[in-house]
């Protein structure tokens, strides 16, 4: 990669790290952002236990409260859940899955739209009325709604989830990069590397896209966010992740019928958890639009 | 304007069959149809006179005009848990779900708009800041999850409201709605909190930036050195501007909400159509799945072609730039 365009992205960078320093607030949803990313990676690590593992649950210890200890002197710091598992542990695990789906398609997602975007705005013409007809459509119908229809018809898994998400995000993708690189393509350093031979592919990705990246990563953010929780949903309504692969969703479903009998941990914490995520990634996301969006500005 | 319309509902019915081609080859081409239609405690002899019927032995092409024609005449097949047809039991349950959704938007307009006007108004200050956050919060908060708190907040540790079911139905005006009797009214509060939290916020949002973009125009400068009260100037000049973007989403997100609506009635035990989903998808009950899809989807792009008419003759622009 040559200096310049290096330069560049320092330069977005430092405005991203710059926008954000001065906010409190978003600086907050950053490190929590930071920290939960950090603990899902590391997660097999940090837990106490294994959730998954038969031979280490004892169904004596099941519904604990937070806080008490187990047969052989481990502390539940917030409480075991109908078969004996410690929450703690199986949300770190839960997270893990959460973040895994939401951010895995939200980058194929920024992957396939990001082409088809640019593919629609370079050539124009048929190519782009085709592209954005379909597109049109995609973003005419809720997220939830095509989510749905697609797992009612192809019944739940863990890449039919994925699946589901990617088709339903692809679309904002392709509608920002596109109009993006509308703007971009008529500016004279593109006329530039035409008229030095530089290669189609080339020009798209090498000069086009480094300039459409400020409403990517916007968008990005704001779609993980969203895949994360459209996941936890559809997991929640019993036709997202199967049992074997439990989110944060499932979590909270487990809990949901001991919520009536007053077993409240069971529920409420990997909510919170899943509520921290989203909020904290919603913030961020946020901060950035209003810093790189050149209409608002930094008032 | 008749140009307008006509095109506009050629698209509609374009969107229709293109979503009816997608759900039938949902349906016939990923799994063995006669699997997906047939009950599976139906006898042999049953079988192979329901693959006839359906004409599941002809070539796809031919079975998906059946599939079009029969569901033209509202035949979308029988329910195998009810065993009526499938598209009786939708109809039976959606007055119930455009019940929940209608209260929800009424909710999220009548607090959303002040909020968002408030905020709006005085920009980066305390109040907007709080107001801006919470709108954050608001749709970061998952839905369901959201319901749940209300349910364990206000019916199980207070007592104050019923968590499940859609109480006492009256009637008026020959329509029987939980809205009027008080059982109705305190079974479809939380419900309908629940469903409109999400849109509060998208609604706060919008009418924030509405106010926002509107602010400084000339016809507000000019409308105060005419010396117009700022009351007038805010809830007449602004308001009218801000109300084109608000119609057009309100109604695209009328859709969104049907289809929220499903996690909402799912966690309420609300009668509506989008619990019947969920229990005709765990129940494996094919036909009423597929009358859903396709009935959501007609709703949604009537919704989608009445919010495109409306906002036409709201704003002529619309029309002219579609008509070029």
């Known amino acids: 990669m040559n200096a310049r365009a290096l330069f560049a992205e320092d330069m977005l960078l430092g405005r991203l790290v710059f926008g954000i320093s001065r906010s409190p607030k978003a600086v907050v949803a950053a490190v929590v952002c930071i920290i939960l990313l950090f603990a899902a990676v590391i997660g097999p690590y940090l837990t106490p236990q294994n959730p998954f593992d038969l031979a280490v649950l004892d169904i004596l210890d099941s519904k604990l409260p937070p806080g008490s200890q187990s047969m052989d002197g481990m502390n539940y710091w917030l409480g075991t859940d109908g078969q004996g598992r410690d929450m703690f542990s199986a949300m770190i695990y839960g997270l893990r899955t959460s973040l895994g789906v939401g951010v895995f398609s939200g980058i194929v997602a920024l992957l396939v739209g990001t082409v088809l975007g640019l593919i629609a705005a370079y050539f124009g013409g048929r190519i ?10 995609m973003l005419g119908f809720p997220t939830i709604l095509v989510a749905l229809m697609l797992l009612a018809l192809l019944g739940q898994g863990l890449w039919k989830v994925i699946f589901a998400l990617i088709l339903v995000q692809w679309a904002t993708f392709a509608r920002a990069v596109r109009s993006a690189a509308l703007v971009e393509k008529n500016k004279d350093y593109v006329e530039a590397a035409v008229t030095l031979g530089i290669g189609t592919p080339r020009i798209l990705i090498g000069h086009i896209l480094p300039n459409c990246l400020p409403p990517l990563i916007v968008i990005g ?21 199967p049992i074997t692969e439990p989110s944060l969703g499932l979590l909270i479903a487990n809990g949901y019928q001991l919520l009536m009998s007053g077993e409240y941990w069971i529920s409420v914490y990997p909510g919170v958890l899943l509520l921290v995520l989203v909020f904290s ?19 | 304007m008749t140009v307008f319309v006509i095109r506009r509902f050629l698209q509609s019915i374009a969107v229709l069959c293109v979503t009816a081609v997608i759900v039938f080859i949902g349906i016939y081409a990923i ?13 042999p002899a049953e079988r192979a006179q329901v693959v006839a019927s359906l004409g599941l032995d002809k070539p796809l092409w ?6 079009a024609w029969n569901a033209l005449h509202g035949d979308l ?7 009526r047809p499938s598209i009786a039991l939708i109809f039976e349950r959606l007055p119930a779900t455009l019940e929940l959704t209608l209260t929800g938007l009424v909710f999220a307009l009548v607090l959303g708009i002040p909020l968002g006007l408030l905020s709006g108004l005085k920009p980066n200050s305390a109040t907007d800041e709080v107001i801006m956050t919470g709108s954050i919060l608001g749709f970061s908060l998952p839905s369901f999850w959201q319901g749940m708190m209300l349910i364990m907040i206000f019916s199980v540790w207070l007592g104050w409201l019923p ?29 309908a909190i629940n469903l409109s939290l999400f849109k509060l916020s998208l609604v706060i949002r919008l009418t924030r930036t509405g106010v926002r973009e509107t602010m400084p125009l000339d016809f507000v400068k000019f409308a105060r050195a005419k010396g117009i009260s700022e009351r007038r100037i805010v809830f007449v000049h602004v308001f009218k501007n801000i109300l084109i973007p608000l119609i057009t989403v309100i109604g695209l997100e009328l859709g969104s909400m049907l289809a929220f609506a499903v996690v909402t009635e799912t966690i ?20 009423v799945v597929v009358a859903y899809l396709l009935v959501i989807v007609s709703l949604f792009i009537f919704i989608n072609f009445v919010v495109d008419v409306l906002y036409s003759l709201v704003d002529p622009r619309v029309r002219l730039g579609g008509a070029q």
């Open chain 1, 221 to 241: 953010m704001l779609q993980v966010a969203n895949a994360i929780s459209a996941e936890a949903t559809l997991s929640f309504l019993g036709i997202g992740l």
């Open chain 1, 128 to 137: 782009d009325t085709l592209i954005m007809r379909v597109v049109d459509l």
């Open chain 2, 77 to 83: 097949g029988r329910s195998f848990v009810f065993n």
């Open chain 2, 163 to 191: 968590s499940t079911g859609r109480g006492q139905m009256g009637e008026f005006l020959g329509i029987h709605s939980s809205l009027f009797t008080l059982d109705g009214l305190t079974h479809l509060i939380l419900p």
């Open chain 2, 268 to 287: 309420f035990a609300w009668p509506g159509i989008g619990k019947l989903l969920i229990d005709s998808i765990m129940r494996l009950d094919r036909p």
């Open chain 2, 62 to 67: 031919e079975q998906f005009f059946t599939f």
């Open chain 1, 281 to 299: 990634i919603n913030i961020v996301g946020d901060r950035l639009r209003e810093v790189l969006n050149p209409r608002l500005g930094e008032r």
């Open chain 2, 31 to 43: 799994g063995d149809p006669a699997e997906m239609l047939i009950s599976p405690d139906a006898s």
